[in-house]
């Protein structure tokens, strides 16, 4: 199985930074795409960043110029940086891993972190 363990959450003033970590454990060969969705009370689920193994990215326009995601395909390990926090970033980020796969088994599969903590004061 794979596990997904996110930290670097937490609260922080508006106008602050904080990062993300988030490592892949398991039977891993490879991971296509590593991204951060995240979720506040009341509203949908909304990816914040991907990034591709070959580095490509893709960002919410609510983020662009604040945060950078990247990743170290040999730890199988995704980052966030966040800049400029604002109180509307505050949510649950979760981890995700897509199109991973495993030594000895077809396919791919989908996988999920359960969550940090973000939250941001104004």
Known sequence: QVQLVESGGGLVQAGGSLRLSCAAS???LRINAMG???QAPGKQRELV????SGGT???ADSVKGRFT???DNAKNT???QM???KPDDTAVYVCSAHGTVLTYTPGMRDYWGRGT???VSS
């Open 26 to 28: 398991g039977s891993i």
């Open 83 to 85: 800049n400029s926090l």
């Open 69 to 71: 995601i990247s990743r």
């Open 117 to 119: 903590q973000v939250t």
């Open 49 to 52: 960043a991907l990034i591709l």
């Open 57 to 59: 990215t893709n960002y």
């Open 78 to 80: 995704v980052y966030l």
């Open 36 to 38: 951060w969705y995240r």
